[in-house]
């Protein structure tokens, strides 16, 4: 069994920190939390759980806050979370049973991480982050917004299948500017910007749908030809939204084909070509991509954001169709009814499945009703 430290900075987070904290309580053999300027009773809901308290002067510095934390760990494996972070039951169960179990000399484990959902409860986006490291290798916090934690030395990790829930308060639901605002300090100071700020710059542009100013940053980043494969796919999967929206369809293709030069067809792209088919009414190309995207192997917990629809309800809504379109009933109603086990209340799907199910109820060569 490991000692394990929990290490976390706050600030006015009186309404999820209990939460947070109640689904992991009596796995961490301390807490601590750095708390930069609370002005609740954030601090009031740590102490019920047993929290060491320390403060720290907020400097628009995410990594900052979170290394000043890790400092003040008493044990050399520290695992992180955020406030609006929980384990629900099962992976608080795998969480425990990872400690018990866990050989001291592995450097680092990794958890995935849902981030967003959709209406029905569906997993949107996620993505794969390092939770738990050992101090002892030399892991730090880097990134002013969106930090990563990392080491200039070898380690050695886990992939565990472990789920961190994000669940951002429904007052929180909109974008808030904080992080973008901090990302345009850091480069009017001329302070060093990593291709990866760059590009963390580009998303908080486009999250506030400024697609024109974000495009340049995308392909700042593009060209600096840094960071692995799937970041690189993710960042033009961005940028082709970014042209779509501002009407550019031929920038949209080129980051498609530019995709490809990367690596096999993803889904997010694949879907991209079958929406350029369906949208020529050209339905059996359009279906070709659709399947694709439906067979395309999925590497569980992408280090880059995973986008789910794109590999699960949006390639069957768009099949139901395409196949509807060429009069094949049969493989309409199944991706129709696949679709809806993902949005059980999309009422289009529901209206397609009648329709279907009515259709092929009648005896062949019957006029339709």
């Avoid at 809901?45 to 900052?64: E, L, M, N, P, T």
């Avoid at 050992?134 to 934690?149: A, M, N, P, Q």
């Avoid at 067979?295 to 954001?305: D, F, K, L, M, P």
């Avoid at 259709?359 to 009703?369: D, I, M, S």
Wanted: net charge negative; glycine share 4%.
């Amino acid at each position: 069994m490991i000692a394990l430290s929990l290490c976390m900075i706050v600030k006015n987070e009186q309404d999820t920190l209990g939460r947070c904290l109640e689904s992991v309580a009596g796995i961490f053999d301390e807490i601590v939390i750095a708390d930069t300027g609370s002005t609740d009773d954030t601090m009031s809901v740590a102490s019920q759980f047993g929290a060491r308290i320390v403060d720290f002067d907020w400097i628009d510095d995410f990594a900052a806050a979170r290394n000043f934390a890790f400092t003040h760990a008493s044990h050399d494996h520290v695992m992180w979370l955020d406030a609006d972070d929980v384990l629900i039951p099962q992976e608080r169960a795998k969480l425990l049973d990872l400690k018990q179990t866990l050989d001291p000399s592995v450097d680092a484990v990794s958890m995935l991480y849902h981030t967003e959902f959709d209406a029905a409860g569906n997993v949107t986006a996620s993505n794969r982050r390092f939770r738990i490291v050992r101090r002892s290798k030399g892991f730090t916090w880097v990134g002013v917004v969106h930090e990563d934690l990392v080491t200039n030395e070898t380690f050695t990790y886990y992939d565990s299948d472990i789920v961190v829930t994000h669940r951002k308060p429904a007052e929180r639901s909109g974008q808030s500017r904080r992080n973008l605002l901090i990302l345009e300090k850091q480069i009017d100071e001329g302070r060093a910007v990593r291709p990866i700020d760059i590009l963390n710059y580009a998303r908080e542009l486009r999250k506030h749908k400024d697609f024109g100013r974000a495009i340049p940053f995308y392909e700042q980043f593009l060209a600096s030809e840094e960071d692995a494969v799937d970041v690189r796919v993710f960042a033009l999967h961005e940028l082709a939204t970014c042209y779509y929206m501002t009407g550019n369809l031929d920038g949209e293709w080129q980051c498609t084909l530019r995709s490809l030069e990367l690596d096999v067809p993803r889904p997010e792209f694949s879907c991209r070509i079958g929406e350029r088919f369906l949208a020529r009414n050209q339905f059996r190309q359009a279906a070709f991509w659709y399947e694709l995207a439906l067979r395309e192997e999925h590497t569980i917990g992408a280090w880059s954001i995973d986008s789910h629809p794109v590999r699960t309800w949006l390639p069957h809504k768009q099949l139901g169709l395409c196949y509807y379109q060429l009069g094949d009933y049969e493989r309409s109603l199944h991706h129709n009814r696949q679709a809806a086990g993902y949005l059980p209340d999309d009422a289009d799907i529901a209206t397609n499945i009648g329709v279907l199910e009515d259709l092929l109820r009648q005896p062949p060569n019957a006029p339709p009703r």
